[in-house]
């Protein structure tokens, strides 16, 4: 069956940079859905889109952006990086009218 | 806001042996979802097991239970005849109706032995 796909998978910037994740949600999904999980943390809910249009937003800073294409991908766009946005990075998508949320396998971004 | 604890950081048991996992929640919601994820080594987030609050009947998935206490906001995740492939990092979560953010508890480890 067709998972979440993100890339990259691995991405290293330097501090004061821009960062883009980007999502693939599994066909025929709606909603999208990204998390932050530091290390050793649980993941901490950013931001959703329910039809290319924001549905929720957590814990996202002022510096992150995101956005969810006619094609249903999703762009996390992260600038002035600081070390500590060193995470992974989960994208989650669901299906029309339900609520489980399938995880990607995450994109883990270091910081230096 | 809804809180998830896990009390237990690390369990460990025995490979063919039965585990529980316990969780413990906050809400002042009536309808809402749990979930059980795994997070092995490669750090993926996989779903094993969801309740939906209204329902009373415990989810079990193969070797996966639940045990679903509404009242005392209890959501234990029993693993029986444990299996190599099941040591990981094992989280609560929760999704209030209509919602889209899950609330995550600590996690636990679990450690299975051979």
């Known amino acids: 069956a067709a998972g979440v796909i993100q890339s990259p998978r691995h991405l290293i910037k330097e501090k004061r940079e821009t960062a883009t994740l980007k999502c693939y949600p599994i066909p025929r999904h709606d909603t999208v859905y990204w998390y932050q999980q530091g290390p050793g943390q649980d993941p901490q809910f950013l931001i959703s889109f329910y039809e290319k249009m924001q549905s929720d937003k957590g814990s996202i800073p002022d510096r992150f952006s995101a956005q969810q294409f006619s094609d249903y991908h999703s762009e996390l766009n992260m600038s002035s990086l600081e070390l500590g946005d060193s995470a992974l990075y989960f994208c989650?998508?669901?299906?029309?009218?339900?609520?489980?949320?399938?995880f990607g396998p995450g994109t883990r971004l270091t910081v230096t | 806001a809804q809180t998830v604890t896990q009390s237990q950081p690390e369990m460990s048991v025995q490979e063919a042996e039965t585990v529980t996992l316990s969780c413990t929640y906050d809400?002042?919601?009536?309808?809402?979802?749990l979930f059980w994820y795994k997070q092995p080594p490669s750090r993926q987030m996989i779903l094993v097991i969801r309740?939906?609050?209204?329902?009373?009947q415990n989810a079990t998935e193969n070797r996966f239970s639940v045990n679903f206490q509404k009242a005392a906001k209890s959501f234990s995740l029993k693993i029986s005849d444990s299996q190599l492939g099941d040591a990981a990092m094992y989280f609560c979560a929760y999704l209030r109706d209509a919602g889209n953010m899950l609330t995550f508890g600590g996690g636990t480890r679990l450690m299975v032995k051979p």
């Open positions: 989650a998508s669901s299906p029309p009218g339900l609520y489980e949320q399938y």
């Open positions: 809400t002042s919601e009536s309808d809402y979802y």
């Open positions: 309740q939906e609050a209204y329902k009373q």
